[in-house]
């Protein structure tokens, strides 16, 4: 893209999530899948602990990017919600942001053989977008929180 089209904008994102993703289940609402029937009861999560990610919620990436394409932003962005976590850490704030912690425990289990193959750390550097819009992405937390309230789970 970059050797064809040198002005381009490529904005990249990870661990995407939110809402009209009929395809395929992001992490997040894979995880809200399995928390959600243990609404009334208890119940173990078992999901594992890496790899170590930027989060980014769908309607935040596109505001962004709506925001660059204003700009005339050139080059590849980095266009992720401002933190980063574990895909563990990820399960249990999505289990907590459906204030379903008090029946859900989400534990960590072994990788299983031969899955995907992911580097354990590729958190995105968002200093190029910083300086480009003035500000970051909200941070992932607040994304989740506002994604999940959206959803209208576990109250």
């Known amino acids: 893209m970059r050797a064809a089209h040198p002005s381009a904008l490529i904005a990249r994102v990870s661990t995407l999530f939110g809402p009209?993703?009929?395809?395929?289940?992001?992490y997040v609402d894979a995880i809200v899948r399995q928390a959600v029937p243990y609404e009334r009861s208890r119940g173990t999560l078992e999901v594992v602990e890496g790899p170590v990610a930027s989060p980014t919620y769908a309607p935040d990436a596109a505001e962004g990017l709506l925001d660059l394409l204003d700009r005339g932003a050139a080059g590849t962005v980095h266009l992720v919600n401002e933190g980063s976590c574990s895909r563990l850490e990820l399960a249990r704030a999505t289990v907590a942001a459906g204030y379903l912690a008090d029946r859900v425990i989400v534990k960590t289990k072994a990788a299983p053989?031969?899955?995907l193959a992911r580097?354990?750390?590729?958190v995105l550097d968002t200093t190029k977008l910083k300086?480009?819009?003035?500000?970051?992405?909200?941070?992932?937390?607040?994304?989740?929180?506002?994604?999940i309230e959206g959803l209208g789970i576990g109250r």
């Open 113 to 115: 053989a031969g899955g």
């Open 131 to 147: 300086s480009l819009l003035g500000h970051s992405l909200p941070s992932w937390r607040d994304a989740l929180t506002r994604y």
């Open 20 to 26: 009209d993703r009929p395809q395929r289940l992001a």
């Open 119 to 122: 580097p354990e750390y590729s």
